[in-house]
T-cell receptor, first 113, second 117 residues
C-alpha cells in the first residue's frame, strides 16, 4: 500500500506571497492532520480534517488554512507569507477521525525569502 | 496541557552497543504514547505505540519501549544498534479531544542519535 504523499517536496516563496501544499493520504485513510516542524519550535500541530471538515486546530494564526476533498486528499494554504513560516510541513493520515495512530508523509520544505 | 520532555539532545553510541532514549510526559489521563524516527530530509516513521495493556511494547527495527506510569516515562530501547539507526528520534503523546477532533500529537524536541563505528 502506498504511503502518504506530499507535493511539492520543496518550495521557495517570497514574503507576502501565498502558498498551497498538497497531501494524499494512505488509501482508505479518511483523516488528515498537518504539522509544522521548525528548528526552534519543533513539531507543532496545525489542524485535522475529516469528512471535508476541519475538526480541530492548533495555535496558529488565521493565515494558515486548509481543506479536504471528498477523496480525502487535503491541501494546506498559507497566505501573506512571513520569514518565520519557513519550515518543513508534514502531513499525517489516519484511518478515522481523531485516531492518534498517524502515518506521516515526507513533508514539504518551504523556504520564505 | 500535555507536554513531552526528551532530556538528551544528542546521544552517541557505539555500533553493537545497547541504546536507551529517555522520554518523560505530562498528561492528565492515560496517554497514547509514540516513538517516531526521522532520517535527514525525510518524514516521520512510526516505530511503536502504546495505547493500553502490556506496558512493554515491541516495535519495528528491533525497538521496544516500556510505559511506566509511576515515573511518567516511555523510554525507547534497542539491545544492539546498527549504523543505519543514526537519526532523530521523537517521543510523542496524544489523547486529548476538543472542538470535535483530536488535539494533535504533542512532540518532544527530539534526540539526535549518533552511531560510532
Amino acid at each position: 500500500k502506498a504511503g502518504v504523499t506530499q507535493t511539492p517536496r520543496y518550495l521557495i516563496k517570497t514574503r507576502g506571497q501565498q502558498v498551497t501544499l498538497s497531501c494524499s493520504p494512505i488509501s482508505g485513510h479518511r483523516s488528515v492532520s498537518w504539522y509544522q516542524q521548525t528548528p526552534g519550535q519543533g513539531l507543532q500541530f496545525l489542524f485535522e480534517y475529516f469528512s471535508e471538515t476541519q475538526r480541530n486546530k492548533g495555535n496558529f494564526p488565521g493565515r494558515f488554512s486548509g481543506r479536504q476533498f471528498s477523496n480525502s486528499r487535503s491541501e494546506m494554504n498559507v497566505s501573506t507569507l512571513e520569514l518565520g513560516d519557513s519550515a518543513l510541513y508534514l502531513c499525517a493520515s489516519s484511518l478515522t477521525l481523531s485516531s492518534y495512530e498517524q502515518y506521516f508523509g515526507p513533508g514539504t520544505r518551504l523556504t520564505v525569502t | 496541557a500535555q507536554s513531552v520532555t526528551q532530556p538528551d539532545i544528542h546521544i552517541t553510541v557505539s555500533e553493537g552497543a545497547s541504546l536507551e532514549l529517555r522520554c518523560n510526559y505530562s498528561y492528565g489521563a492515560t496517554p497514547y504514547l509514540f516513538w517516531y524516527v526521522q532520517s535527514p530530509g525525510q518524514g516521520l516513521q512510526l516505530l511503536l505505540k502504546y495505547f493500553s495493556g502490556d506496558t512493554l511494547v515491541q516495535g519495528i527495527k528491533g525497538f521496544e519501549a516500556e510505559f511506566k506510569r509511576s515515573q511518567s516515562s516511555f523510554n525507547l530501547r534497542k539491545p544492539s544498534v546498527h549504523w543505519s539507526d543514526a537519526a532523530e528520534y521523537f517521543c510523542a503523546v496524544g489523547g486529548g479531544y476538543s472542538g470535535g477532533g483530536a488535539d494533535g500529537l504533542t512532540f518532544g524536541k527530539g534526540t539526535h542519535l549518533i552511531i560510532q563505528p
